[in-house]
């Protein structure tokens, strides 16, 4: 317990002061050094060496939700550093965070993110609005500048599903950001990493508004595919290894995985189809 | 001239007991207790202050007593709960702690402090089984029981502890404890000592759902709470709409993620 060896026992003021509602603010009183952004760097660009890079995530808006999709490889360099990294998570059980970037910063952004939504609903009673979501991953990612120009840059994508929308079928809503914390709300489709350059070339051909949530799901792989196919650091479906996308969706019913026999399904007729068409 | 009066230390120790009892004896009461598919809460709140409310994944907390100081308990709680498993894995946040903490904070403010905390507190972890479900009871001086089964607090808890202590079983349905406990907290504060009958509107439930992975804590309100409270309903489970999306069991939570398991586990098929 955080506690520590205070022989009254008491619990430290900073864990009963009722000034704030958001976890990133109580560790930045009770624990600094476990906040991303908190830590010194040597000086110079010096990241490239050391860390682990994710690659591509894509996210599109579809009649009455979200679909994020994610492909596994993460890169040292020249080196594959994972097969297997996921990409996509839920946020809470409304809304999916992907990153790209330096893995090590992101994944501890998600998870950062992740137990800040949740500690905000259990403390002030009700979840925060979308764009409340969206606004305070932007300042997370604006806390970690500094580290981001000297090399461990990260980029999230955020989307969900709006319980406050009064059309069910527009529900659905993304956010792109960048390293300086910029946020901006797109409409359609976006995509984030080094294969987002290809992956939303694809989608700009193929996007319609009003689509399915099941042809959404379809459309991310099938860019996912085309991203692999251009760019190195990201991993197409690995059929040997039964490795796939990560697919998850945000709709009324709330966040979902498509399990691996799903995915595995869809990957292997989007390959299928490749056989017979190279350009899709 | 002032005049300084001497008061032995037990005596100022009595006077503070016997102001923070005064004070947690006048308000609502609240009760907790096990059923065989988890922990039920049920206070009996007229406002739209919380009373119940979620710590952690597996575990509830309920109060009684002044609203200002309990409610800056659960939010350190909450704190702490989160701090922790952040920290190490969300397995590693337990009742137990939550329970020490909450001691050692109020048994400081009883010693400490001109006015001791006039709140009564239960801390619950739901377990695998009834018999492993934690039920801590932690009141103004610091002092902490461990209450198998059911508790009762604030009020004539007393009174409301006999009623609950004789029909209880932990092996009983959802339908059959909310009803024992609304019973049992009716069964003070009527006319001439008789029972009182406590509608709906005037009850906060919530439970610990043993089955469920990740986060367990879930109010039951409105209709749900209505059909449970019909005689001769027999619902074992709350009978509300996001039961349709309860996720399946998860595999293995992937250990890149701090989001609790019914987040992370592969969708139902």
């Known amino acids: 317990m955080a506690a520590g060896f205070d022989p009254s026992g008491r619990i430290p003021d900073f864990f009963t002061t009722p000034a704030t509602s958001s976890f990133t603010q109580f560790l930045s009183v009770a624990a600094p050094e476990m906040l991303p952004g908190r830590r010194p760097l040597p000086p110079g660009y010096s990241a490239e060496l050391a860390s682990a890079h994710a690659t591509t995530v894509v996210t599109i808006v579809a009649d009455g939700g979200v679909v994020m999709a994610g492909d596994r490889r993460a890169t040292a360099g020249n080196l594959i550093a994972s097969r297997d990294i996921e990409k996509v998570h839920p946020a809470d059980p409304y809304s999916l965070v992907g990153m790209a970037g330096t893995a090590g910063v992101g994944i501890e952004l998600i998870r950062l993110f992740q137990v800040e939504l949740e500690h905000y609903e259990k403390i002030e009673g009700v979840m925060l609005s979308l764009e409340g979501k969206a606004n305070r991953l932007a300042t997370m990612i604006r806390n970690n500048l500094g580290a981001a120009l000297q090399g461990l840059a990260v980029v999230p994508i955020f989307g969900g599903f709006d319980l406050g929308a009064s059309d069910p079928a527009k529900a659905g809503r993304i956010w792109s950001f960048d390293i300086a914390g910029g946020i901006y709300e797109e409409t359609g489709y976006d995509g984030i990493g080094s294969g987002s350059l290809f992956a939303k070339a694809a989608l700009k051909k193929r996007y319609r508004p009003g689509l399915s949530v099941d042809d959404a799901i379809t459309l991310g792989i099938e860019a996912l595919y085309d991203a692999a196919d251009d760019d190195t650091a990201t991993g197409g479906p690995d059929l040997t290894r039964k490795i796939y996308p990560v697919v998850m969706t945000a709709t009324a019913e709330g966040t979902r995985r498509l399990t691996d026999e799903e995915t595995a399904t869809i990957a292997e007729s989007v390959v299928a189809r490749r056989m017979e068409n190279i350009g899709g | ?269």
Request: glycine content about 10%.
């Open chain 2, 1 to 269: 001239m002032a005049m300084q009066f001497y008061a032995s230390p037990e005596q100022i120790m009595r006077d503070r007991s016997e102001y923070a009892r005064k004070g947690i004896a006048r308000g609502r009461s609240a009760v907790a207790l096990t059923y065989e598919g988890g922990v039920l809460f049920v206070a009996e709140n007229l406002t739209s202050l919380r009373k119940v409310s979620e710590i952690y994944d597996r575990i509830g907390f309920a109060a009684v007593g002044r609203y200002n100081e309990f409610e800056n308990l659960r939010r350190a709680g909450v704190r702490m709960a989160d701090l922790n498993g952040y920290s190490y894995d969300r397995r590693d946040v337990t009742g137990r702690a939550i329970a020490n903490a909450y001691a050692h904070a109020l048994g400081a403010i009883f010693t400490e402090q001109m006015k001791a905390y006039e709140v009564e507190i239960c801390v619950a972890e739901v377990g695998a089984t009834p018999d492993s479900d934690e039920l801590y009871r932690i009141t103004y001086d610091g002092s902490v029981q461990d209450e198998p089964g059911s508790m009762a607090m604030g009020g004539q808890s007393e009174a409301i502890s006999t009623v609950l202590k004789e029909a209880h079983s932990s092996d009983m349905s959802l339908a059959d404890a909310v009803k024992l406990a609304v019973k049992a907290l009716g069964s003070v504060g009527g006319e001439g000592g008789a029972a009182r009958t406590i509608g709906a509107d005037h009850l906060e439930v919530a439970v610990l759902d043993r089955r469920r992975k990740g986060r367990t804590f879930r109010r039951v309100t409105g209709a749900a709470l209505t059909a449970l409270l019909e005689p001769g309903s027999t619902a074992t489970e709350p009978a509300s709409d996001e039961e349709s999306a309860a996720p399946a069991p998860p595999e293995d939570k992937p250990s890149s993620s701090a989001g609790s398991a019914d987040l992370e586990g592969d969708a139902k098929d």
